[in-house]
């Protein structure tokens, strides 16, 4: 029932997926050649664990996104990667993915860092657009900004490419983000 649900809100996110900015255009435009570089520099210079980790994160071809199992409750962690740490990875919490009619939202509900925004297919890949904030922060829809807003430190504007590798494994890859590091995964697990 789940997979029949999310493909038919994936069918109607197609039709009506929201505008994306041109920075984010950019962002998934650069996509290979950002994680090329995140991903060796954290290879190289990554703690064994942390990378054994980023080899599980990135294990598996994803599903069709027609075929994915998205909404539920989910553990979720967040691995930066490149910058001025090669790469770090955060510990466990928690994050709802929801059907919202013609697509699915997310937010990852605890930690200190948050986001929250909506996953829609575009040209054949499941992407997020959302906005990432401090907590206690109450921050704009993705929609609501303009080209002009970059963050603020506070929040700013997210772009990810969607992966479920397995029904119980949902990669989020974010090209180039706003603050930190060169490329964040956000890895969902239950």
Not at 1 to 7: P, V
Not at 43 to 66: I, Y
Not at 112 to 139: C, F, H, N
């Amino acid at each position: 029932m789940w997979r029949l649900s999310a493909a038919l809100c994936l069918i109607a996110a197609h039709v009506s997926a929201q505008d994306m900015r041109p920075q984010e255009e950019r962002r998934l435009a650069d996509f290979h050649a950002t994680a090329g570089a995140a991903i060796l520099q954290a290879m190289a210079g990554g703690r064994r664990g942390d990378v054994d980790l980023l080899q599980e994160v990135l294990a598996g071809a994803p599903l069709d996104p027609l075929q994915t199992t998205l909404p539920g409750t989910w553990n979720c962690r967040v691995l930066k990667l490149g910058g001025a740490v090669p790469l770090v990875a955060y510990a466990n919490f928690k994050c709802e993915i929801a059907p919202d009619g013609d697509g699915f939202t997310l937010q990852k509900q605890s930690g200190s860092q948050l986001t929250k925004g909506r996953i829609a297919l575009r040209d054949g890949q499941m992407i997020y657009l959302g906005v990432g904030y401090v907590a206690e922060t109450e921050p704009p829809a993705y929609a609501a900004l303009t080209p002009a807003v970059t963050g603020n430190g506070a929040f700013q504007p997210e772009v990810g490419l969607v992966e479920q590798p397995d029904p119980d494994r949902v990669r989020i890859l974010f090209p180039a983000p706003i603050l930190e590091s060169d490329f964040d995964i956000l890895y969902l697990t239950r």
